[in-house]
């Protein structure tokens, strides 16, 4: 299977090592001859790059960096995530990247993949359609979708993707989504075991790693947390983070300075793409198709309604309630990316339904920068003094 090169670094050690250093293993990886494909969001099965022996690598964006160049290519009234990913490719930090498939997750997502396709000329790219509605013909479609993409992925390649690879990459992203939620249970006593920091370095970490890799550092990271004294200490707020993309610690950072503790978090870059494993099928495609389509919960699919907008909010967000229940949360940060029209149509009823709940809400709009920690402090240390 693919790349089993133990990491020179474990724990909580490596991690920072890594965290620091992003993107230089997958670069290593890349001058070692394999091949390493870009992709956007939850929705793209990263087992197709595992069977095939490629590294998967999700593009994040660098909220200490001045957007320079893209705002010659883009309009500045778009996600200044997507702006931000495409300045650092138009800088080749991306230089490493064989290929970029992105998912149809929301519009800018969407049109990032044309205009990255037309002005960096990435040796690979594919775009998969993924349907924005539940309903039996979205399955089919989506087979179809992957189908698609995995014959594309071969090609590109140039081998076949077997049942047995394919069956053998689920069972190790499978273990590893377990590992990511064993990681998230050491923040259910009180105290918690780690910090909500420690926690976004290591899913970060992990966006460039190999899955063994990422495996083997997840392992050590949960096995030295159990095993150390001390940890972040008790405090009075503990915290849920609902929203998109997180992936610099600087926020968080804030919060946890701030008199809280962050327990728990729904994002796009934390546990939203670790909730379920792909169940097992006689023919593999058939439970990925199920589990990326049915069992990521994200504001971009819409599922059958229910009969009354209460069972209807608890059908898109009861498995956060019961996450904030779990982790003894008592206050709910929801984070909006500026521009983000997906997560904006959702804020008034997320919010809604957690106040109904009994949980404080604090409503955040953020531009992706780290020019607006300085705004965002004032209104999170407000929130923390008044639930404390």
């Given at each position: 299977?693919?790349?089993?090169?133990e990491?020179?670094r474990?724990?909580?050690?490596?991690v920072?090592?890594?965290?620091?250093?992003?993107g230089?293993?997958?670069?290593?990886?890349?001058e070692?001859?394999?091949?390493?494909?870009?992709?956007?969001?939850?929705?793209v099965?990263?087992?197709?790059?595992?069977?095939?022996e490629?590294?998967?690598?999700r593009?994040?964006?660098g909220v200490n960096?001045?957007?320079?160049e893209?705002?010659?290519?883009l309009?500045?009234?778009?996600c200044?995530?997507?702006?931000s990913a495409?300045?650092l490719a138009l800088?080749n930090r991306y230089?490493f990247?064989d290929?970029?498939?992105v998912p149809?997750t929301c519009?800018?997502?969407?049109?990032?993949?044309d205009?990255?396709?037309?002005?960096?000329?990435p040796?690979?790219?594919?775009?998969?359609?993924?349907?924005?509605m539940l309903?039996?013909?979205?399955?089919?479609?989506?087979?179809q979708?992957?189908l698609?993409?995995?014959?594309s992925?071969e090609?590109f390649a140039?081998?076949?993707m077997?049942?047995?690879?394919?069956?053998?990459?689920?069972?190790?992203?499978n273990?590893n989504?377990?590992?990511?939620r064993?990681?998230y249970?050491?923040?259910?006593?009180?105290?918690?075991?780690?910090s909500?920091?420690e926690?976004?370095?290591?899913m970060v970490?992990?966006?460039g790693?190999p899955?063994?890799?990422?495996n083997?550092?997840l392992r050590s990271?949960i096995r030295e947390i159990?095993?150390r004294?001390g940890?972040?200490?008790?405090k009075?707020?503990r915290?849920l983070?609902?929203?998109s993309v997180i992936?610099?610690?600087?926020?968080?950072?804030?919060?946890?300075?701030s008199?809280?503790?962050v327990?728990?978090?729904?994002l796009?870059?934390?546990?939203?793409?670790?909730?379920h494993?792909v169940?097992?099928?006689?023919?593999?495609?058939?439970?990925?198709?199920n589990?990326?389509?049915d069992?990521?919960?994200?504001?971009r699919?819409?599922?059958?309604?229910?009969?009354?907008?209460e069972?209807?909010?608890?059908n898109r967000?009861?498995y956060?309630y019961?996450?904030a229940?779990d982790?003894?949360?008592?206050?709910?940060?929801l984070?909006?990316?500026r521009?983000?029209?997906?997560?904006?149509?959702?804020?008034p009823?997320?919010?809604?339904?957690f106040?109904?709940?009994g949980?404080p809400?604090?409503?955040?709009e953020?531009d992706y920068?780290a020019g607006?920690l300085g705004?965002?402090?004032?209104?999170?240390?407000a929130f923390?003094?008044?639930?404390a």
């Amino acid at each position: 299977m693919m790349m089993t090169t133990e990491l020179k670094r474990t724990g909580l050690a490596g991690v920072e090592e890594l965290y620091q250093r992003r993107g230089q293993r997958a670069r290593e990886l890349s001058e070692q001859g394999a091949k390493v494909i870009g992709y956007f969001c939850c929705y793209v099965p990263v087992e197709f790059f595992t069977a095939l022996e490629m590294l998967p690598y999700r593009i994040q964006g660098g909220v200490n960096e001045p957007i320079t160049e893209a705002d010659a290519y883009l309009e500045t009234i778009m996600c200044p995530f997507i702006r931000s990913a495409f300045d650092l490719a138009l800088k080749n930090r991306y230089d490493f990247l064989d290929g970029l498939v992105v998912p149809h997750t929301c519009d800018t997502v969407q049109r990032i993949y044309d205009i990255w396709k037309y002005y960096r000329k990435p040796a690979y790219s594919h775009f998969i359609n993924v349907p924005h509605m539940l309903q039996p013909s979205s399955y089919e479609f989506f087979k179809q979708e992957l189908l698609t993409f995995r014959k594309s992925l071969e090609e590109f390649a140039g081998r076949k993707m077997t049942d047995e690879a394919l069956t053998e990459a689920v069972r190790l992203h499978n273990e590893n989504r377990a590992l990511v939620r064993q990681l998230y249970d050491l923040r259910k006593p009180d105290p918690p075991l780690t910090s909500g920091v420690e926690i976004l370095k290591t899913m970060v970490t992990g966006m460039g790693l190999p899955v063994l890799e990422y495996n083997e550092l997840l392992r050590s990271v949960i096995r030295e947390i159990r095993e150390r004294d001390g940890g972040p200490g008790k405090k009075p707020a503990r915290i849920l983070i609902y929203g998109s993309v997180i992936d610099d610690i600087s926020f968080i950072q804030l919060i946890e300075d701030s008199g809280a503790n962050v327990v728990m978090d729904d994002l796009s870059t934390g546990l939203r793409g670790f909730w379920h494993d792909v169940e097992p099928t006689p023919d593999p495609l058939d439970g990925i198709v199920n589990r990326y389509l049915d069992k990521i919960y994200c504001p971009r699919t819409y599922r059958p309604q229910a009969e009354t907008q209460e069972k209807d909010l608890d059908n898109r967000f009861g498995y956060v309630y019961k996450s904030a229940a779990d982790f003894q949360v008592n206050g709910v940060i929801l984070y909006v990316i500026r521009f983000c029209d997906t997560y904006e149509l959702d804020a008034p009823d997320f919010k809604s339904y957690f106040q109904k709940k009994g949980f404080p809400v604090l409503y955040l709009e953020d531009d992706y920068s780290a020019g607006t920690l300085g705004q965002l402090k004032t209104r999170v240390q407000a929130f923390i003094e008044m639930i404390a």
